[in-house]
């Protein structure tokens, strides 16, 4: 319980940030006039936005399952991180627009030195901010913080390239190369929304889960199923933080269902406390329904 608060205040926090970083940003375009400050800009406008379908999303994950929703509410995370995809898209195609606009208008920038510092500031919180989302989101199996966190990276990624871009503006004096440089902004936003929305669709998909969390499974099913003879057709697939595993448990067809249920228990327990949130399904089959395959425990 405390793990699930934790998480709905770091979402929350995670609002605030983006308000804060969209304030100093919008004030640097101000500033500025620059086409390229204001891509960055409507790029923490999206921040925003996807902070607060991320809170809605994490709350909603929280909830016990019902009788509606059997299997939980943590396929939530993965619709949030999908909507955090389509809005990074939506901000690159607005960013295009007026770099396009800027190109063939260009003009030259208002007090830049400014506008450089307060872009640099806004810049360090996001990338504090950022590993902050991707580590706890990692840590806590959470779609929703990490996409977040993922994308605050690319915001900081724009944001040094667009500071980098205004300083050769204010040596060289060429103003054409503010609108160009938010024009490569966009491209790098719209690689990043594919990365999150392409992550996001393998968890609604059922994907399994990682290799090295199914190596782990395996091995606790083998080393704690003494009296079963083999245990085949190992699923598993990832719904948020929580991963659902089921199998086919073989056992001698003159055993009891009492002895039988004593090593599924057995094989529960120790997957518990092996690999946290998990839901297990175990089928028992007599012998006669061995495949001589999977894992043999005999």
């Given at each position: ?61 929280q909830k016990p399952a019902d009788a ?42 208002m007090a830049p030195a400014q506008g ?183």
């Amino acid at each position: 319980m405390a793990a699930a608060n934790k998480t709905v205040t770091i979402a929350a926090l995670s609002l605030l940030v983006g308000l804060v970083v969209l304030g100093l940003k919008l004030l640097a375009w101000w500033t500025t006039g620059s086409v390229a400050l204001y891509s960055d800009a409507l790029e923490s406008i999206v921040n925003v936005v996807t902070a607060v379908v991320a809170l809605i999303a994490v709350r909603l994950a929280q909830k016990p399952a019902d009788a509606a929703l059997p299997y939980g509410y943590h396929k939530a995370e993965y619709f949030s991180a999908v909507i955090v995809g389509v809005m990074i898209i939506v901000a690159a195609i607005l960013i295009i627009r007026e770099a396009v606009l800027g190109f063939f208008a260009p003009h030259v920038l208002m007090a830049p030195a400014q506008g450089l510092a307060i872009s640099l500031g806004a810049t360090a919180i996001n990338v504090v901010w950022a590993f902050v989302l991707i580590r706890y989101g990692r840590q806590v199996r959470s779609p929703a913080l990490e996409a977040d966190g993922k994308h605050l990276l690319t915001d900081v990624i724009s944001t040094i390239g667009v500071l980098i871009g205004l300083v050769l503006v204010f040596l060289t004096g060429w103003a054409v190369l503010d609108p160009i440089l938010a024009g490569l902004v966009a491209l790098n936003i719209l690689w990043s929304g594919w990365g999150v929305m392409r992550d996001s669709v393998g968890g609604l998909m059922d994907a399994a889960t990682p290799p090295d969390r199914l190596k782990r499974i395996r091995e606790v099913i083998a080393g704690n199923a003494d009296g079963a003879i083999e245990a085949h057709d190992i699923r598993t697939r990832q719904a948020g933080s929580l991963t659902f595993i089921d199998f086919h448990l073989v056992v001698p067809g003159a055993m009891s269902v009492d002895a039988a249920h004593a090593i599924c228990d057995n094989i529960e327990a120790k997957l518990h406390e092996a690999v946290e949130d998990i839901q297990i399904t175990i089928h028992v089959e007599p012998e006669n329904k061995a495949k001589h395959a999977g894992i043999v425990v005999l």
